[in-house]
């Protein structure tokens, strides 16, 4: 077993989405820094990255719709979920609201839903079917807890994405563990020595900030 | 309880004389017996309080009743003398002493307990050498059927097959010819499946775009297909580059399977199934029926509602309890009694656990059905055997655990 299965985690952080919106390819653009073909994941798999003082688990699952109690199982106690559709395929746009609301019932009460949208590489604004603003929309409709100021400053949980050209998909990364795991001079001191429990609701007055750490 | 004795049935038929009927008729025996205890003698309540709070103690008091009645029944005293093993051979079971061993006697007075018992140090098993080509061989007589068909099988599970006849061998492990089949027979075997396969093909080879539009269901799958071909195992020399032929193939067959068995269709995963079994083919209709034959066996995985995936991990759950209770209540108090994280082995069994030449001599030694054909649980207990320190010593929680089935 690798070292990095003693670690625990401070942030679960779950990808849903449809079969082939490119999951996988998000997950490795961001931890390995490269693109490649990705095998089709069966069942799940588990990713580990380290930022800042925190150790964050990425968990990638299935996009067959067999496997959807399985991801619902999987999804137990994520801080955060990211729900990836393809921009050039409407279906699974859909599919977010039609397959993925219920699956994330197990995860955390206040688990930060981020609408990412995926192979922006390949999108012709011209014959666009999800528009910016209808990510946007839904990325709101399914977070009725951000505040308002929240978003005036750091944005709607909205992204679109390019695994292929890496583009904003660091950003997108970078804003769930700056809302989730705000970094303050503070907060290293508090949890120092602790391991695994944090409280995802308390924020500090600088966490919605876009700092660099790592 | 009665699935855990189905599933070990067969490993008993190794044993001569304990048939896998003869096991379970007993069990079948003690429901009965106390029932009638309870029925017939309704000495008073106490009886039933009894059975409702202490269920398997006084099934198995009701069971010795039982013996002990049909012994003195059926048996003249000379026999049932016989049936008293020699002293020398029990004394070791008898002594106080056994290292490991605790007995309690307070929980269930006039039963003793035993709560812990420490099995003898496991016996070191060496691999045998995969079966050869001669000696392959050597077990065809002159019409080309072979000879000793178990011998031949307890060979594969001991040491696999030598890559070179493999593609030979697993015809036979996987239904593409009949074990008892003369060679005459598997020419016209052969014959057959050959013309059944391109009629398949043919099936959704002639059905046009304009046609496709309006069946949803094969666009679905066709597109489901598609994405999967080009994300399987294309790290392997067989399936690296871009514009490799294999990939047409791999999606050939996948495609005509899904006209063999369209109530199933296509799943995540299956893919992982066909891909060890073509490089080993190298055919296209020798791997599609290969491919039927191991999709067979665990195409209850790939069902809709997952009920082939659900029974068999609550059976790894049950052998468990019996085979490591401390591993198995540890996981039990940290939210993976459903071993929802042995999810993937069973799946696609271990393909995505192992290295690729490694999986083909597992599935050989498993697709022998020794010593039963649940064995691949088996294999799932022994490898959490394995990590048991590692999941004990860091206390690994709910989503270490998870993480455990992924490595």
Aim: glycine fraction near 6%; charged fraction near 30%.
């Amino acid at each position: 077993m690798s070292q990095s299965g003693k670690r625990k985690a401070d942030l679960k952080v779950i990808i849903l989405g449809d079969y082939a919106v490119g999951k996988t390819s998000l997950i490795c653009r961001y931890i390995d820094g490269t693109f490649r073909k990705q095998d089709s994941t069966v069942g799940a798999a588990f990713f580990f990255k380290p930022w800042g003082p925190y150790n964050i688990a990425v968990w990638d699952t299935a996009g067959d719709e067999r496997y959807s109690g399985l991801s619902h199982f999987y999804c137990r106690s994520a801080g955060a979920a990211i729900l990836a559709f393809d921009l050039n395929c409407p279906k699974t746009f859909e599919s977010l609201w039609a397959r993925f609301g219920s699956i994330l019932d197990a995860a955390n009460e206040d688990c930060l839903k981020v609408v990412v949208g995926t192979k922006s590489d390949e999108v012709d604004e011209k014959t666009r079917d999800v528009s910016s603003e209808e990510g946007r929309r839904l990325a709101l409709e399914l977070n009725p807890d951000l505040d308002e100021a929240y978003i005036e400053k750091a944005g709607a949980p909205y992204f679109e994405t390019s695994a292929l050209d890496n583009k904003n998909v660091t950003e997108m990364f970078e804003y769930i563990f700056q809302r989730c795991l705000p970094l303050s001079a503070d907060q290293h001191r508090r949890y120092k020595g602790k391991t695994s429990t944090i409280d995802l609701l308390e924020q500090s007055s600088d966490g919605g900030g876009r700092k660099k750490c790592c | 309880m009665k699935s855990l004795l189905t599933m070990c049935g067969n490993g008993y038929k190794t044993l001569p004389e304990v048939s896998s009927e003869r096991v379970s008729i007993p069990w079948c025996g003690v429901s009965r017996s106390v029932l009638i205890d309870l029925a017939v003698t309704q000495r008073d309540e106490g009886q039933v309080k009894k059975f409702i709070k202490s269920p398997y103690t006084t099934t198995l008091g009701g069971f010795s009743k039982v013996t002990n009645f049909l012994r003195d029944v059926l048996m003249t005293p000379e026999e049932s003398q016989n049936l008293v093993r020699p002293q020398s051979e029990v004394a070791e079971l008898l002594h106080d002493d056994i290292p490991g061993m605790e007995i309690s006697q307070l929980d269930e007075p006039g039963f003793e307990m035993v709560t812990k018992t420490k099995l003898p140090p496991r016996p070191t098993v060496k691999r045998g050498d995969p079966l050869s080509s001669p000696e392959w061989n050597a077990f065809f007589d002159a019409e080309g059927r072979i000879s000793k068909i178990d011998e031949l099988k307890d060979i594969i599970f001991r040491g696999g097959v030598d890559p070179a006849i493999r593609a030979d061998v697993w015809k036979f492990l996987l239904g593409f010819y009949d074990w008892d089949s003369c060679s005459k027979k598997r020419q016209d075997q052969r014959k057959r499946k050959v013309d059944e396969y391109f009629r398949m093909k043919l099936q959704w080879k002639t059905i046009s775009a304009e046609q496709e539009k309006r069946f949803t269901l094969l666009k679905e799958r066709r597109g489901l297909i598609d994405k999967d071909v080009m994300r399987t195992d294309r790290t392997h020399k067989f399936f690296a580059g871009d514009k490799n032929p294999n990939l047409q193939v791999l999606y050939d067959i996948l495609m005509t399977y899904c006209m063999y068995n369209f109530d199933l269709g296509y799943v995540q995963g299956m893919s992982d199934v066909l891909s060890p079994i073509l490089v080993v083919m190298e055919n296209e209709v020798d791997a599609f029926w290969c491919f039927a034959g191991a999709m067979e066996r665990v195409c209850h995985n790939f069902e809709m509602d997952q009920n082939g995936m659900k029974v068999q991990l609550s059976q790894i759950h049950k052998l468990m309890q019996i085979q490591d209770p401390e591993l198995c209540s540890y996981l039990e108090a940290h939210d993976s009694g459903n071993f929802y994280f042995c999810f993937r082995w069973i799946l696609i069994v271990f393909k995505r656990e192992f290295h690729f030449h490694e999986i083909q001599r597992l599935w050989e030694v498993i697709w022998t059905d020794r010593p039963c054909t649940n064995f691949h649980l088996i294999i799932s207990l022994a490898i959490l055997d394995s990590e048991k320190s590692t999941l004990l010593e860091n206390k690994f929680g709910f989503t270490e655990i998870l993480k455990v089935g992924l490595c």
